[in-house]
C-alpha cells in the first residue's frame, strides 16, 4: 500500500458544466448541486479524504463555497479556458508536494470505497498511473497518477493534446476492473442524470 503521507487528493470541479443548464442557466455548477443532503463535492471529497495527506479542489468559480471541503486551486491561465480537467490535474501537481495525486470528478457521487486502494496496489506494482474501469467502460479521470509526470502533462496540454485515455496511454496506465456494475463511476452530467439520481438543488 501507498502510505498516505505520499499521496495527495484531487477532486475535478473546474468545468463549466454545459450539460447541466436546463436546471437554471449557466450558473450552474454541478459540484454544488445537493444530493442525499449534501453537495457532490462533499460526498466526493469525504471517500477521498481518508486516504490523502492534503485535499485540493480543482474550481474556477464558487471558490468561497468550494474551499470549506479542500484547498482550491484554479486552473493556470497559460492553459486557455479550454484545456478541460486535465488542466486542473496538472495546476494540482504544480502545488502538491507528494509523490502520487488521487483524482476523481465531482460528479460521481458513486466511487467504490475500496478505489484508493486498489488503484494505489496497481499503480505501485506497475505503472505510474492507473485509472478505474466498471461495467465495460473506461473511466480516466478516477486515476492515481505519479506527480513526476507533470512537466509532460504540461507539455501534452500546452501542444493542444485534450484526450485523456491518449496520455493515459503514453504513460502505459493500467487499467483496474470494479466489477460489472454500470452504475459505478457513473457521471452526473445532465439534468436528466441528476433527477434520477435523486438530486434536490443546489448547495449555498
Known sequence: MIPRDEVDGLVLAGG??????????PAVDKGLLM???APLVQRVAQTLAPWVDTLYISANRHLDVYGRHGLCVPDDAEFGGDAGPLAGVA??????????LLVSPVDVP???????ARLAEAARDKAPLAYACAGGKE???CMLVRCDLQRDLRSYLLEGGRKVLDWHRRHGAVPVDFGDDPGLFRNINT???WRAAGG???AS
Open 16 to 25: 463549466q458544466s454545459r450539460r447541466m443548464r436546463g436546471l437554471g442557466g
Open 35 to 37: 444530493l442525499d443532503g
Open 91 to 100: 495546476s494540482v501537481m504544480a502545488h502538491s508536494r507528494r509523490p502520487w
Open 110 to 116: 458513486r466511487l467504490p470505497k475500496d478505489m484508493p
Open 139 to 141: 473511466h480516466p479521470l
Open 191 to 193: 439534468p436528466e442524470d
Open 200 to 202: 434536490q438543488g443546489a
